[in-house]
């Protein structure tokens, strides 16, 4: 299952690890999430967020694989 | 414009402001018709009307919270209304105003609604020219509910309607989609988030007179509220017996209401509008339709067209190239977590 | 939106199709274990663009649908007390329990909230001290640690009327227990990848090494489906059964640690019943005795409730791949989305509900 929507995080706030909050943007909306699962992830940084808690951080440099994959795959008529 | 009710006399709505007496009196002289001014003190109002035929329509209107961005319930009731007429290809002339109170609602609120109201009807030329108040127990309400009736009057002899949806149509969006729906559901508790999305709430009249009069006679019109494009998609194709078929990628959708639709799991095709409407026109003159619409807003777009096909199905071309149905949302719309 | 437009793109999807198709040889049956992927290939039209050797199958993998019947009327008996507020998630509301569902229970009066994340719940509680909150805490692993924390906050700030009534599944031993019944069709697996951004990749190993199938660990957006696709067919036709990751942007090997150590802080497993399929061994999880103090059933003395599942619904074989939705002599005609008699066509993701909705042209 699992809806989990990639966000941006704009601000950190919270003192504990486990009450560790941060604002996420979504394509122009923003909305409160759960940092506490995911602490190396700092301002400016995309995370996935199910149900209000961030459960990972996206990696950028493995975003590109799909296409690489694609392109891997050789050239398809179509 | 202050509140012209003393909010030192009675700052919330008493169950004797529905009660017929003195209280009910000042409320109707110096809040009500301080803002209609074209109610006469009368039971009912003598309309002009040259016009051989009427359109007459009824909606109420409850929205929660009273207040969202884009609007209010007032001018929700007057544009609903006024809408439902011009879907009809009427000019909108009149409306009635029936105001259920709630016991305790403050009388600054209602004000503000009223003189809302009052606004709306001006931007669509529309007088407001008879009404009713009843009050009910506090926690018998939520602050307050609105009826309006809204008569307007046919300026041709020309049917707008569900069954006169042609094949070829081709099938017009007048704007993005899903803005009310997630503007309300943003300022609710529970699922609130910070946006700017404001409720598109306006008058549609102008859009249709203009259209009428370029010479063209639309074969349906349909504001997109409640259920969205996909109910009313849905409701023209079972109505007219034809095949509706839209292309996803074409529907102008808002970034935020993009990105708050894909986080609580909503189809933006299932949230309502409150100033869009569809309109299905003769392929010759597609064109002449969009330049009219693109004078209110440049994201009007063909989304599809209508083929003698399959009688009632709507199918749509995903974002990929794929195709499905498009049915029906199933009742209340829910976030999801899966 | 970053992240999801990309994983959109029409070109690339076709590119995808064209190279399914041209390394499809032999017909083959392929699971999306998950409901959200089941969405995507419903929502996409991506069945119709495969080849036709290609079936896919759409398994138990939604924790609204598989929520056993006793556990809804369980909820619908709580919600409906004078002194609670029930919070669940909103798609959890229209699930059928043996005579109603929780939005009828609103009608009736209860308090039943739709809530967006389980620390809402929390909040609920902090705001109305003097009313029993009782959040309905379903979900696979995905939704296992934001239940955790819920838990564990409500805990750490003494909220002594916050309890969960927990409907917690584990997606591993259902995939064994689909791969060990005999008539089983299934040939190869997306597996789902949100829950392995959790959980991690390492308990699909052994699976696809004793049922000999390939796992393909899978994301949710269209071009994610069609290269886990991809790779699960190049798999099948090269004859190999390993476990692949498709879904490098977020699942890592080991999964998120911080996460499963809260999870097993909080919750520990048992032998569980799922609607439709019966009861897996090992395969749900329940609150620890540390926090046992949170248990709804417990708290509103539920534990003794019994129920039975409605006999009509195929909703078990549908979700095992064995029947598709149309099969079923009641599908779209006495079970529709607005009247379900099985799980499936309840949520939204839900194999019966996906086909009712987007259909099959």
Known sequence: MCLAIPGRIIAIFGRDSFSRMGKVTYGGITKEASLAFVPEAIEGDYILVHAGVAISVIKGEEARKTFEYLDQIGEVEI | ?338 | MKYLDEYRDPQAARKYVAAIKKITKKPWTIMEICGGQTHAIVRYGIQNMLPDEITLVHGPGCPVCVTPIEKIDKALEIAARSNVIFCSFGDMLRVPGSSKDLLTVRAEGGDVRAIYSPLDAVQIARDNPDKEIVFFAVGFETTAPGNAMAAYQAKEMGLKKFSMLVSHVLVPPAMESILSNTECRVEGFLAAGHVCTVMGIEAYAPISSRYKVPIVVTGFEPLDILQGLYMCISQLEQGQTNVENQYVRVVEEHGNRLAQELISKVFRIIPRQWRGLGEIPQSGWKLTAEYEDLDAEYRFDMIDIVQKECSECISGEIMQGLKKPMQCPAFASKCTPDHPLGAPMVSAEGACSAYYRYGNE
């Open chain 2, 1 to 338: 414009m202050n509140c012209p009710v003393p909010l030192s006399d009675y700052p919330t709505v008493m169950m004797a402001h529905g009660g017929g007496g003195r209280l009910m009196q000042r409320l109707i002289d110096e809040l009500f018709r301080a803002a209609f001014v074209d109610v006469q003190p009368h039971d009912g109002a003598v309309l002009d009307i040259p016009q051989d035929k009427i359109v007459i329509t009824t909606d109420s209107f409850v929205v929660s919270p009273l207040f969202f961005p884009g609007g209010n319930i007032g001018n929700l009731a007057v544009n609903g209304t006024i809408n439902d007429l011009a879907m009809c290809g009427a000019k909108p002339r009149y409306l009635s105003v029936s105001f259920i109170l709630e016991e305790g609602l403050s009388m600054e609120t209602l004000w503000q609604v009223v003189r809302a109201m009052r606004t709306a009807a001006d931007v669509a030329n529309v007088a407001i020219v008879t009404g009713d108040t009843k009050v009910v127990e506090r926690g018998r309400g939520n602050g307050l509910y609105i009826n309006t009736t809204g008569i307007g009057v046919l300026e041709h002899n020309h049917v707008i309607a569900p069954d006169q949806v042609k094949s070829d149509d081709v099938v017009i969006l007048s704007r993005d989609i899903g803005r009310h729906g997630m503007a309300v559901m943003g300022s609710r508790e529970g699922l609130s988030f910070e946006s700017d999305i404001k409720s598109d709430c306006a008058p549609l009249s102008a859009y249709v007179q203009d259209i009428l009069q370029a010479g063209i006679i639309p074969h349906c019109l349909r504001d997109a509220t409640r259920g969205g494009v996909a109910a009313v998609l849905n409701e023209i194709a079972t109505a007219s017996k034809l095949q509706i078929d839209i292309r996803e990628n074409a529907i102008p959708v808002d970034e935020a209401v993009r990105g708050a639709c894909e986080i609580l799991g909503f189809d933006p095709l299932h949230i309502a509008n409150e100033g869009c409407f569809v309109a299905f026109i003769a392929p010759q003159e597609q064109d002449s339709v969009l330049d009219i619409l693109h004078r209110y807003n440049p994201q009007a777009a063909i989304i599809g067209t209508v083929a003698d096909n399959k009688p009632g199905l709507v199918t749509l071309e995903t974002p990929i190239g794929g195709r499905r149905i498009l049915d029906m949302p199933a009742g209340e719309i829910l976030p999801r977590i899966c």
